[in-house]
């Protein structure tokens, strides 16, 4: 026995795993989890019954954990179409954006530029509307001056109202002016100038009689007012098209609503 015992007290001055400086390799780092044993589980006062919803947990884990694996990489093809297209929107904007700042490439017609854009401007059209309306003597010339003024607070409420909504920032870090705080034009999506371009231009042509040079060059007015918003770095190509749009859209609510001449004559009066 005494030889037995000499032996293993031998055998464990000869591990050097036991030695004091490699005490810490035997012991399990801190935080790590306990190996699982093979055997049955130990049976006794320390052994605590796992919780009731931890199994309905890890159930509804392993249920939702594929199907969002299967949304990230499969993504819908609506999604890839959208995000494909507002890209192309977002790419196109920036190269014609040649005006945006003072270091763009065509920086020395920014001023220009502006200037094409203010024509399209809300404050300006509704001024001028009630100028007009106080000078005019005829009743034809005050109906359709009304009927104009409507579709201008109406145009300035819808885009607002729109871009308050969406939210959609330019393609340049660019501020508003204060023309736009006043007609409340602060985002991108609408363009609010090419929303009152297009619904002006429909008006003028339904309502007056112009010579076709004059119809042509209102036309393009509507169209030089929509690019100089976009090279300015004021607004996207989606902006000013989906402006084109609501311009239309607002134009025929106009007409649905046009008041009469002895409405707005009680208007005027009152």
Same mark, same amino acid.
């Given at each position: ?22 005490? /810490? ?5 801190? @935080? ?29 884990? /392993?249920?939702?954990?594929?199907? *969002? ?27 014609? @954006? ?22 399209? &401007? ?5 001024? @001028? !509307? ?6 005019? /003597?005829?009743?034809?010339?005050? *109906? ?13 409420? !819808? ?23 006043? !007609? ?8 609010? &100038? ?12 339904? &309502? ?5 040079? +004059? ?10 007012? %929509? ?5 300015? %770095?004021? &607004?996207?190509?989606?902006?000013? +098209? ?29």
């Amino acid at each position: 026995m005494p030889a037995s015992q000499s032996r293993a007290r031998a055998r464990d001055r000869s591990n050097v795993l036991n030695r004091a400086e490699f005490l /810490s390799l035997n012991q399990p780092p801190k @935080g790590a989890p306990e190996p699982r044993s093979s055997g049955r589980k130990a049976s006794g006062p320390s052994t605590q019954p796992p919780a009731p919803g931890d199994g309905a947990r890890e159930r509804r884990q /392993s249920q939702q954990l594929p199907e *969002e694996d299967c949304m990230q990489l499969n993504p819908s093809f609506k999604g890839i179409a959208f995000n494909s297209l507002l890209a192309i929107d977002i790419c196109m904007s920036k190269r014609l @954006g040649v005006c945006a700042g003072r270091a763009a490439s065509w920086a020395s017609a920014r001023s220009m530029v502006k200037l094409i854009g203010i024509t399209g &401007h809300g404050v300006p059209w509704i001024g @001028g !509307t009630i100028l007009c309306l106080v000078k005019s /003597s005829t009743l034809a010339g005050q *109906e359709v001056l009304m009927n104009l003024l409507l579709a201008l607070l109406l145009d300035i409420m !819808t885009v607002a109202g729109v871009q308050k909504l969406i939210k959609r920032r330019g393609p340049f870090e660019s501020s508003p002016s204060l023309l736009d705080h006043l !007609t409340m034009d602060v985002y991108a999506f609408p363009a609010g &100038h090419a929303s009152r371009a297009a619904m002006v231009s429909k008006f003028f042509l339904s &309502h007056l009689v112009l010579a076709v040079p +004059l119809r042509v060059l209102l036309v393009l007015w509507a169209l030089c007012v %929509g690019l100089s918003r976009v090279m300015i %770095g004021r &607004h996207h190509i989606t902006d000013v +098209l989906s402006g084109f749009a609501i311009g239309y859209f607002q134009f025929r609510l106009v007409e649905l609503v046009w008041m009469s001449s002895n409405t707005c004559q009680m208007l005027i009066s009152a």
